[in-house]
């Protein structure tokens, strides 16, 4: 199973088993990680799953869809590298993927 | 002080359904919701999203599904309270008295909670100074557009809100645009209209960058923008309008006392009660063992509250379950002949 690995923005991290096709949001809710609150429960409808991805990983994700920026205009804190982590879905290829979540989420 | 059977906290489509369901069982309610219209996560999310999911309707808006709940609740003539928020609940006696920010009072026997995630925010600016100065020169909405005349304003934002504003305050006032990103997602003929004034030099936009800073602590003058590359500048500015959408906050319900679970309320299946006897939370909100985040859960969950709030509001009357199919006395409260 791929590992993926929550960073927080004070640089503590936490490596998790991510089965394949759940998206790195559930991986952190199923998991009980912080810093991750997906109020809306995937759906796209709010910015509370925000991650920031590592460079080299931002690439090689599939584009994000229009709408998920436009989400992401109401995150808090957006950067270049922001990502909704609902919109991410896990498999063999980001095997290692490193996110690290915002300070806050609202 | 208005008092009523039933103060229901959020008109989204559990709340506007908890209306009839009382309704029907001849119990008044009144509804009260911090957005300034019914719909809740619905009309606020996803206004123009199919759900699939709703009983014998195969594909709805979250738009059309609020105008239905709202046609059916129509013979009820029950008051809805918008643009406000519950901060206080109390306890009188038998009835529980509830208080808005605007100090409007309710009481009531029963209470449903039926506030999906919390109250919709707008989303702040988290920088220095930005706390102090709201409401002097920061702000997140125009609720009068006179105190807004002859200023250097920054609006922040890419939607509508912010196209909006810079347009109309354009009228009277230099505006600066400032959005993270080159595109906007507001609607496209506002933008190129201000394309336009951008054009004869009555409106500046900066993209891609965001406030890095407000450079004044008491009366703002300026503030600093930081551009993706890196470069800075500094932009004249009296007042900033932020337009970063709207979060959801949990807010003062979890200083009332109620057993929670995380963001969630704790209820037993059975009436939907909350450990406060009277109080009841529903949809979203609620939390017991099997708990499903779905718009026909949170249905089922004011239904069977709904009976409750009968004992506690008519103490000496009997309950009688009845079908809205056979009943003579439903037809009547529902207006049909």
């Known amino acids: 199973m791929p590992k993926i690995t929550y960073k927080d923005c004070q640089g503590n991290s936490k490596t998790i088993e991510v089965e394949n096709g759940l998206t790195v949001m559930e991986g952190a809710i199923q998991n009980e990680i912080p810093g991750i609150d997906a109020d809306c429960g995937g759906s796209m409808a709010c910015a509370t799953c925000h991650v920031y991805v590592e460079e080299k990983w931002f690439d090689k994700l599939p584009k994000a869809e229009d709408a998920e920026v436009d989400m992401i205009d109401m995150a808090f804190e957006p950067k270049k590298n922001s990502r909704l982590s609902c919109q991410i879905i896990v498999n063999d290829e980001l095997d290692g993927l490193e996110v690290t979540t915002p300070k806050q989420q609202t | ?337």
């Not at chain 2, 026997?109 to 020169?137: H, T, W």
């Not at chain 2, 109309?168 to 595109?183: A, C, G, M």
Request: positive net charge.
């Open chain 2, 1 to 337: 002080m208005k008092k009523t059977d039933v103060i229901i906290i959020g008109a989204g489509p559990v709340g506007l359904f908890a209306v009839h369901q009382l309704g029907i069982k001849g119990l008044k309610a009144v509804v009260i919701d911090n957005l300034d219209k019914a719909g809740g996560q619905c009309i606020e999310l996803y206004p123009d999203k199919p759900i699939y999911d709703i009983p014998a309707i195969p594909e709805c808006t979250g738009e059309q599904l609020t105008t239905r709940l709202l046609e059916q609740i129509k013979p009820f003539k029950t008051e809805l309270f918008l643009n406000e928020r519950v901060d206080e609940v109390r306890q009188e006696k038998e009835n529980w008295v509830v208080k808005t920010n605007n100090n409007k009072e309710f009481s009531a026997p029963n209470i449903i909670i039926a506030g999906g995630v919390g109250s919709f925010e707008p989303r702040k600016i988290s920088l220095k100074y930005a706390e102090k100065l709201e409401g002097k020169s920061v702000f997140y909405a125009v609720r009068n557009k006179e105190q807004f005349k002859n200023k250097k304003i920054s609006i922040c934002g890419g939607g509508d809100s912010a196209l909006d504003w810079a347009l109309e305050l354009s009228k009277f006032s230099k505006i600066t645009l400032i959005h993270r990103r080159n595109e906007f997602r507001g609607a496209q003929h506002t933008l190129s209209e201000i394309r336009k004034l951008e054009k004869e030099g009555k409106v500046s936009i900066k993209t891609p960058c965001q406030i890095e800073s407000l450079d004044n602590e008491n009366e703002l003058k300026s503030i600093t923008v930081k551009f993706d590359d890196g470069k800075t500048e500094k932009i004249s500015t009296d007042v900033i309008l932020g337009f970063f959408g709207l979060i959801m906050k949990l807010g003062p319900i979890a200083e009332w006392g109620l057993n929670m679970d995380k963001k969630t309320i704790e209820v037993n299946s059975k009436n939907f009660e909350t450990n406060k006897k009277g109080i009841f939370a529903a949809g979203d909100i609620c939390s017991y063992p099997g708990k499903l985040k779905l718009i026909l859960s949170g249905f089922h969950e004011v239904a069977l509250a709904s009976v409750e709030c009968f004992k506690r509001a008519r103490p000496n009357e009997k309950y009688r379950f009845e079908f809205t199919t056979s009943s003579k006395t439903i037809q009547d409260r529902l207006g049909k002949k």
